[in-house]
């Protein structure tokens, strides 16, 4: 072949520009004069400028694209069983997925149903593509996690807790926070709920840490399964966070939205950090067995994407619009997680609550407490003698953690507006909304229930907005029950009918298990039923000593190894 | 005993025997058949239900009390909505194969049949028919896919969520692949293909306003199951198949158009599908335990209301046939055809025909 001559100069023909074909695509929407279309999902924002689509994509390229990267997702899942994946990986690591991909899948397919909230409320059709691509790429989602989830089950040492992943999701006492996660893409005001809340906050700023963050761990934990999936899924957030900016930059030129948008990004934003730095930081901080002290740790990464990438390049920019930015929730979410150990805490939460999750949570070790040491200075002073107990108490025959008098630990109460427990002590404060009483982690928290979630805000009617409801508190649902009772009701029950899912430790020995007779004899009770069963003297009494915390006990039971 | 460590060196399946380490299946819903499917597992449950696993029930609720997801966003009543099953089975991997064959199917035929120069060989009355009528129609399936595209956020379970959100991607890629085509083979056209004439014919056209009407009525309805048996049991038979299987694939050929029925008749593939899907959902209802005869009321009004305006939509297309110079096709007979496949479908699901098409 002459140089200069390839095939595609041969029989390349003319087309239609990108431009013209997605402006011919836009134009095949219409104003109705027959009948009106109902304004089903609500808002109480006005959008009058037509919201222009970045990403100038048609489905036709769309979906070829689409395909092809889902061939390179199920092929690299092929040959990491061919290359054994599954002899080398850390089980500590797998564990968490149990959890996580339980969760997932769910907030995804609602954003895949949150499009259509929005894809009605704009004027012109410009970006009615851009949200018809995210409703399959949603799809995509979703159903793609399952996949890998399956793929965890028949792969992985363990698959308890895999095999009742979807009904687990609808009744673990830490699943529910992911779904006030998934619920708030997709009910309320439908600007609140499918744009700001969906992809102007969780779609831009913190799938950064759910979906590039998350999947270096994986690997660096002999996963490669979780990386091939989920920066694939990644791949496709670019279009939506174009979404979610230009429906924003629709509404910002509008003055008199301005007051809602200064609430639904303070709201949004306080409430990610809530939820996705309790699950991910938990994850990535102690699902890891690997402890390069090179490598970022989770607030390390979360100043890398969300207070230099979201905060300062996508957040502040906005301000000339006349937008008040929440720049004290940025900072004081930064404390939480740097001064005041939010993630750790979270971890701690979950690991006395082991016997009512469905999955293994092991104990830190000395090499796990090196790093933490060193990526958090005074961790160990807090948090060592925590774990230590936590691995003595991981043999069967002991009591467990959470009724232990041993160990010091005080169960926290529960946010009623972000479902997380009030692991910091001093930020928990307590509210009234229509005489009854209320719990939260966060004057945030409080201010997100008390003031925002309303059918007015500043002085202004917000008929669109939701509403909090539901037994919004896990404990409720089985205060006074036996924790044996609450278990075998939850069913997170292995197949023989006593071996309970969840263990605090990765012994694949029956002998190591625990079973429902070791746990039975305790009383779950709710801290919000006995916290508004107080006279208000014993209540401020009460809460006056939950701020100032506790202390664990040391544990002179030698780096969590004890002779049995 | 050690606390922590783990004795065993390896994370794979079978490493070690203890009691759940060969529970690995999914075992929280009942397969429609004796085994799961890889579609069952990939959907059931995903979408929660505080009848079935939803221990704090749904924890966000709009402003009048309706929570996330609610029972009475269609008239249609179920005993056990999680009963449904798409019969296409799709999931993200099957869906985008198949989109993406036929995009690569479509583009294919496109561009081979423009680089024998096909277009410019079309007929002339033939490509002013493609300009106004089937540049209208693509508005059509647009209309429909936004439609289901609004549906796929009120059904009860994920299973007839996804089935609806499928069907809204095919139709709205369809209304897609009509534009760009008209868009491309305008190119080699001499005079080429004016880019406003369907829009034109679509909003102001007499022949096109019984089809506009049909479809904002669709679009209008807030009954996501209205809008989903209304596109597929009703508008699909008489007006859309009338129109892309009565009309364009019978006449093209005759006027040296190779091309256009090849594009079109990928909706005629899809729409197979989401009748399939449909109807399986329309059987259910009807043979509901509790509620058959409801059901059979409401879906029975939705019949009449939408076979009104479809049939009415058809019959004012038929000036449309008589367009092309060559009249290989007449639609009387293509419409007849149109009424019996209708009436066909409502026979197979149970449903009584209205007096309209009777």
């Known amino acids: 072949m002459s140089s200069g001559l390839t095939l595609n100069k041969i029989t390349a023909q003319k087309g239609i520009s990108i431009a013209e074909a997605t402006s011919r695509v836009a134009d095949l929407g219409w104003t109705p004069t027959y009948v009106q279309e109902a304004e089903t999902f609500p808002t109480d924002y006005k959008i009058s400028k037509v919201p222009r689509d970045p990403m100038k994509q048609v489905l036709r390229s769309y979906f070829p694209m689409q395909e092809e990267k889902d061939n390179r997702v199920y092929g690299a899942l092929d040959a990491a069983l061919r290359g054994d994946m599954f002899r080398n990986v850390e089980p500590r690591w797998v564990e968490w997925m149990k959890l996580f991909l339980a969760i997932i899948p769910f ?245 006395v609550g082991w016997p009512v999750n469905f999955w293994r949570i092991e104990a830190q070790t000395e090499k796990d407490f090196e790093w933490f040491e060193h990526k958090y200075p005074g961790w160990y002073a807090e948090f060592g003698d925590f774990w230590k107990w936590y691995g003595r108490k991981s043999v069967p025959g002991e009591t467990n953690m959470l009724f232990d008098q041993e160990n010091g630990y005080v169960y926290p109460h529960r946010c009623w507006s972000c479902m997380c427990p009030c692991v910091i002590r001093e930020d928990f404060c307590v509210g009234e909304v229509d005489g009854k009483l209320y719990t939260y982690c966060s004057e945030q928290c409080k201010w997100t229930h008390t003031v925002a979630f309303q059918a007015e805000y500043e002085g202004r009617p917000t008929p669109a907005m939701g509403r909090f409801k539901g ?94 | 005993m050690e606390g922590t460590a783990t004795p065993i060196k390896s994370g794979a399946a079978g490493a070690a025997t203890f009691p759940g380490s060969d529970s690995r299946k999914f075992n929280y819903y009942d397969p429609k058949g004796r085994k799961s499917t890889h579609y069952e597992d990939m959907t059931l449950d995903v979408q929660p239900d505080p009848d079935r696993y939803l221990l704090q029930d749904w924890i966000i609720n709009f402003p009048d009390g309706t929570p996330t997801y609610s029972k009475d966003w269609t008239r249609c009543k179920s005993v056990d909505w999680h009963k449904y099953r798409a019969v296409d089975q799709e999931w993200e991997k099957t869906h985008y194969q198949r989109q993406s064959t036929i995009c690569g199917t479509v583009q294919s035929v496109i561009e081979n049949g423009r680089r024998s120069g096909a277009a410019a060989r079309f007929d002339k009355s033939w490509v002013k028919v493609l300009q106004d009528h089937l540049g209208a129609y693509k508005h059509a399936e647009f209309g429909l896919g936004t439609s289901l595209m609004q549906a796929q956020r009120y059904g009860f379970t994920q299973m007839i969520n996804n089935a609806i959100l499928t069907n809204s991607s095919y139709k709205l890629r369809f209304g897609q692949d009509l534009t760009l085509y008209l868009g491309e083979i305008g190119l080699d056209i001499e005079g080429g293909i004016d880019k406003d004439a369907g829009k034109k014919h679509w909003m102001e056209d007499p022949i096109w306003q019984g089809t506009r009407r049909a479809i904002e009525e669709i679009m209008a309805s807030s009954d996501y199951l209205e809008q989903y048996i209304a596109i597929n049991v009703v508008f699909e038979p008489l007006v859309g198949e009338l129109f892309r299987s009565g009309f364009v694939l019978q006449m093209a050929a005759a006027h040296n158009d190779f091309i256009t029925p090849s594009v079109v008749s990928a909706a005629e593939g899809d729409y197979e599908r989401n009748l399939a899907n449909c109807v399986e959902l329309v059987h259910n209802l009807l043979n509901d335990q509790d509620y058959s005869l409801h059901n059979k009321v409401i879906i029975g009004e939705w019949v009449e209301k939408h076979a009104k305006l479809a049939h009415a939509a058809a019959a004012q297309l038929q000036p449309i046939w008589s367009l092309p110079r060559v009249k290989v096709a007449s639609f009387p007979e293509s419409f007849d055809l149109a009424r019996n496949r209708f009436n066909n479908v409502l026979q197979q699901c149970g449903l009584p025909v209205p007096a309209v098409t009777a």
């Open chain 1, 471 to 564: 037994q919004r508190i896990w404990e409720d649902c089985y205060h006074g029950w036996d924790l044996a009772d609450a278990i075998k009701d939850l069913g997170f029950l292995r197949p023989d009918g006593k071996t309970i899912t969840a263990q605090p430790h990765l012994r694949f020995d029956q002998k190591d298990m625990w079973t429902l007779d070791h746990v039975k004899g305790h009383t779950i009770q709710s801290p919000l039923v006995l916290i508004r069963d107080m006279s208000p003297a014993d209540r401020d009494k009460h809460v006056a000593e939950y701020r100032a915390g506790f202390k664990i006990k040391p544990c002179n039971c030698g780096n969590g190894h004890h002779k049995h």
């Open chain 1, 107 to 351: 907030p995804e397919i609602s954003a895949a149903r949150a499009m259509a909230m929005v894809a009605r409320l704009a004027p012109g059709e410009e970006l009615r593509t851009g949200f018809t691509m995210q409703m399959v790429d949603e799809f995509r989602h979703s159903t793609i996690q399952m996949n890998l989830k399956k793929w965890y089950m028949e792969n992985y040492i363990d698959p308890a807790g895999f095999d009742i992943t979807e009904k687990a999701f609808g009744k673990c006492y830490a699943s529910t926070i992911g779904r006030q996660f998934g619920e708030g893409f997709i009910c309320g005001d439908a600007i609140t709920s499918a744009n700001v809340y969906l992809t102007v906050v969780a779609e831009t700023a913190f799938t950064n840490t759910l979906f590039v963050a998350m999947p270096s761990e994986a690997a660096r934990n002999g996963d490669y399964a979780l990386p091939t999936v989920f920066l694939s899924v990644q791949s496709d957030e670019s279009r939506h966070v174009g979404n979610g900016h230009s429906m924003l930059m629709a509404m910002i030129n509008d003055p008199s939205n301005h007051l809602l948008l200064e609430r639904d990004l303070k709201y949004a934003f306080w409430q990610n950090h809530t939820i996705v730095d309790a699950a991910i930081g938990t994850f990535i901080e102690y699902g890891t067995t690997n402890r390069d002290k090179n490598k970022e740790s989770y607030v390390e990464l979360w100043h890398r994407w969300i207070y230099e990438d979201y905060y300062r390049t996508y957040m502040l920019p906005i301000e000339k619009y006349g937008i008040k930015i929440h720049h004290d929730d940025v900072a004081a979410a930064w404390d939480r997680l740097v001064k005041k150990n939010y993630v750790h805490k979270i971890a701690q939460f979950f690991a």
